[in-house]
């Protein structure tokens, strides 16, 4: 009876301490979530001057925006598609060159959801 106690115990206090930690490492700063809708909204522009511009004034590089940043559930080159933005897309597929499978899986995909 003295173990289930303890193990009661310890989970009661386990489960607010892990519940009060998760959700502040998945949320994001004001200014990164800002520069990353700025970017999704440059790349749905279809205007070069307008991407490079964005990610020049965040000192993001194309690579990391293609790799990295995905736009409304999903990656930023299906996003610019899907808006009909072929020039800012070609431009991010180009930045990527070749990638192996090692690469892609060692990426951690930042995501933000926004509304026009």
Avoid: W
Wanted: charged residues 15%.
């Amino acid at each position: 009876m003295t173990k289930l106690k303890i193990t009661l115990i310890a989970l009661a206090t386990a489960v607010p301490v892990l519940a009060f930690s998760l959700p502040s490492q998945a949320s994001m700063s004001p200014y990164m979530r800002t520069a990353l809708v700025d970017v999704c909204k440059a790349a749905m522009s279809n205007s070069l001057y307008k991407f490079n511009s964005t990610s020049k004034s965040y000192n993001l590089k194309d690579k990391t925006i293609a790799l990295k940043v995905m736009c409304n559930g999903s990656d930023i080159i299906s996003f610019a598609e899907s808006h009909g933005a072929e020039r800012t897309a070609s431009k991010l597929q180009r930045s990527i060159g070749n990638v192996s499978i090692i690469d892609t899986v060692a990426i951690t995909k930042l995501n933000v959801t926004f509304t026009e």
